[in-house]
């Protein structure tokens, strides 16, 4: 339980601390993060926000973000609670709940995004095998660069 | 009437106050979206069933879309003839009828009010006057047009046929994509901070595509160099552009020293992303096409996506996207696809940025209602042609809305 939470804590902290280049470690090798709306999901829609599969795509992800897009400087704050763990022998599940606020530069802030993430641990390595970030709102703000 | 000088160089100017004024946002509504142009509504996939529906938007309408029990689609305005609550709350389902939950008048899939309860009052006391005329504030009722799997509306009357509207340069663009019944893949919303004309002023700048979206540039996705062209109708309110597969080789941005030029440092680690099956036969990468007043629809690679500008204020705009596959698609197809999500919406490798930059010219225009923006990159006209350094598409958005709003 402990760790769990300590795993995600640790992620949390270093996407609010601009550690982009931290955040493929969170995951397997092979590791699937993927963002997804209630809304689709409750319809049996498959389509992503942001679809990353091993590590290589995530690291796309956090080169890109620093080469190649645009988007105005800004900060999240991750607010991670209401943990529900399910231990398995090769993996653990892991049900939470997520607020991320987001600050820019000129201190606007807002609520930026909710939702769940639904996690699948791997025992071993302590890392996500899947992470999916269920918004619970189909709206998004502009544009979502940093990853939730 | 709208009083507003437009700048003495014409087609090459647009004064910011177009993006600033709520008189003008208020008349873009009458003469705009209620005038005789036609709306995107919904794809026709989503109210497969008969009896289904779905609720939207035409500019600030609430709108619901439906297909009877025979099989035909309706839209008609979301407001109840009688003290105008929304005769439907939902997103999206299947009804027999619609109720209002306000006081439970009843109307059909195509808006006709069917009963007024308690009209007849109960016992001989209470009711309505038999001369009462409740229909005369009836919702009002959309001309509907399926057309390859799009479902448009328009409330003129004067309005031309939906083909006859988007015009011979651009319908067989629009054609070349919708082969095939269509699949829902998914939804989301973006919320832009800017006025709506900014968003489809963008989506009609063929110059800023690879200068702005340096993701593209960097992996030779959509360079200027690369061929393709731009088709514009001859009112300028419709626009396509493409570009073909062909790998650019070439070094113009590398030349001139642009931000979006290539880093050899800069490599994708799994490329798989980007891999396209030409699966329209034409060896074309990227198509993006736009019809007036706020509908988009993109092929980029294998993404296939309808985007629907909904105004919801004169800074505020929200950006419907709806990306689909065919029907027929099998799983490596339907991979290709979600993989390629990647690419667009709010977090899109090479859409991201719009959301952006279109807010930036809302924010530093501010204070500069009396200033216009320089629309001059390919001269002063508005057509087709084979380079897409120009920006005709942008003065044919002008053409159009200035025409409609007779400033």
């Known amino acids: ?148 | 009437m709208l009083e507003r000088s437009w700048p003495s160089e014409g087609a090459t100017r647009v004064p910011y106050w177009v993006y600033q004024d709520e008189d003008v946002y208020a008349e873009e509504q009458r003469r705009i979206f209620h005038g005789p142009t036609w709306s995107y509504l919904c794809l026709e996939a989503e109210i497969a069933e008969p009896q289904s529906f779905v609720t939207t938007f035409v500019g600030e309408m609430p709108v619901v879309v439906s297909r009877d029990a025979a099989g035909s689609i309706h839209a008609f305005e979301n407001r109840c003839a009688h003290r105008g609550a929304l005769i439907c709350m939902q997103a999206r389902g299947k009804a027999e009828r619609f109720s209002c939950i306000y006081h439970n008048w009843t109307y059909d899939h195509a808006g006709n009010l069917l009963n007024v309860a308690f009209r007849k009052g109960i016992a001989g006391k209470g009711g309505m006057s038999p001369e009462a005329k409740p229909e005369s504030q009836a919702p009002k009722q959309f001309r509907v047009r399926a057309f390859q799997g799009l479902v448009f509306g328009t409330l003129s009357k004067d309005a031309p046929s939906f083909e006859e509207y988007v015009g011979p340069e651009v319908l067989p663009r629009l054609k070349r994509v919708l082969i095939k019944p269509l699949k829902v893949l998914g939804c989301y919303t973006q919320v832009l901070p800017n006025n709506w004309k900014l968003y489809m002023d963008n989506v009609k700048d063929t110059y800023h595509a690879s200068l702005l979206h340096v993701f593209f540039t960097r992996f030779r996705i959509n360079r200027l160099t690369q061929e393709g062209g731009v088709f514009v109708s001859k009112d300028g309110a419709h626009h396509c552009t493409y570009t073909k597969m062909v790998e650019d080789k070439g070094d113009a941005y590398e030349k001139d020293g642009m931000r979006s030029a290539s880093s050899h440092a800069f490599k994708l680690e799994d490329p798989e992303m980007l891999n396209q099956v030409d699966e329209l036969g034409d060896a074309v990468s990227i198509q993006i096409l736009s019809l007036f007043p706020g509908f988009v629809l993109h092929q980029i690679r294998n993404s296939l996506a309808a985007r629907q500008i909904v105004p919801k204020g004169v800074d505020r705009t929200e950006l419907h996207w709806t990306l689909f596959g065919f029907a027929d698609d099998d799983e490596a197809m339907t991979r290709r696809r979600l993989l390629q999500a990647n690419l667009v919406g709010p977090a899109g490798y090479i859409s991201m940025e719009d959301g952006a930059a279109t807010g930036f010219v809302q924010r530093g225009v501010a204070a500069s209602r009396d200033r216009a923006s320089v629309i001059e990159m390919g001269g002063d006209k508005v057509g087709s042609g084979d380079s897409r350094i120009t920006e005709t598409a942008v003065r044919g958005l002008w053409k159009a809305w200035r025409s409609h709003m007779d400033l």
């Not at chain 1, 645009?70 to 209401?82: A, D, M, W």
């Not at chain 1, 189909?138 to 660069?145: E, K, Q, S, Y």
């Open chain 1, 1 to 148: 339980m402990k760790e769990v939470e300590n795993l995600h804590a640790r992620y949390a902290h270093a996407l609010d601390e601009d550690r982009l280049e931290d955040w493929p470690n969170f995951f397997t090798e092979r590791g699937i993060y993927r963002i997804a709306t209630a809304e689709n999901e409750a319809r049996g829609l498959p389509l992503p926000v942001v679809y990353c599969e091993g590590r290589k795509m995530l690291r796309d992800r956090v080169q890109s973000l620093r080469h190649a897009n645009i988007y105005e400087p800004q900060r999240y704050r991750h607010i991670v609670s209401s943990v529900l763990i399910e231990e398995g022998k090769e993996f653990i599940k892991s049900t939470s709940s997520f607020l991320v606020v987001r600050i820019m530069e000129n201190g606007e802030t807002m609520l930026f995004a909710s939702g769940r993430y639904l996690d699948r641990i791997s025992a071993k390595e302590m890392l996500y095998e899947e992470r999916v970030v269920v918004c619970d709102s189909r709206r998004f703000d502009t544009l979502l660069a940093i990853p939730l």
